[in-house]
Nanobody
Framework: QVQVVQSGGGLVQAGGSFGVTCAAS????????MEWYRQSPGNQRELVAE??????TNYADSVKGRFTISRDTSKMETLQMNDLKVEDTAVYYC??????????WGQGTQVTVSS
């Protein structure tokens, strides 16, 4: 059974940078993809970034050029967030898309950007 644990997050001023990491209990390169979602109060959870098993990345338009998803080790990946905006404030969730029908979510991490 795959387990996913997130770390990072907190409070940062607008324009600052922050990284949140996701550690899996198995080699993430064997998963279909690793994804980051975020959810702010009153809004639906939205896909922010993803990295496939082949290393291809995809980003939401709202974060392109500011956020970077990368695999750090065989079991850890990071979402690096730069030039943060107040509207980036949300709970960020890591998701391991292990197979087409098996996904595992992280516990969620609050990121708050102050003006």
């Amino acid at each position: 059974q795959v387990q996913v644990v997130q770390s990072g997050g907190g409070l940062v001023q607008a324009g600052g940078s922050f990284g949140v990491t996701c550690a899996a209990s198995q080699d993430i390169a064997t998963f279909r993809a690793m994804e980051w979602y975020r959810q702010s109060p009153g809004n639906q959870r939205e896909l922010v970034a993803e990295i496939s098993s082949s290393g291809n990345t995809n980003y939401a338009d709202s974060v392109k050029g500011r956020f970077t998803i990368s695999r750090d080790t065989s079991k850890m990946e990071t979402l690096q967030m730069n030039d943060l905006k107040v509207e980036d404030t949300a709970v960020y969730y890591c998701k391991a898309l292990v197979t087409a029908t098996y996904e595992v979510w992280g516990q969620g991490t609050q990121v708050t950007v102050s003006s």
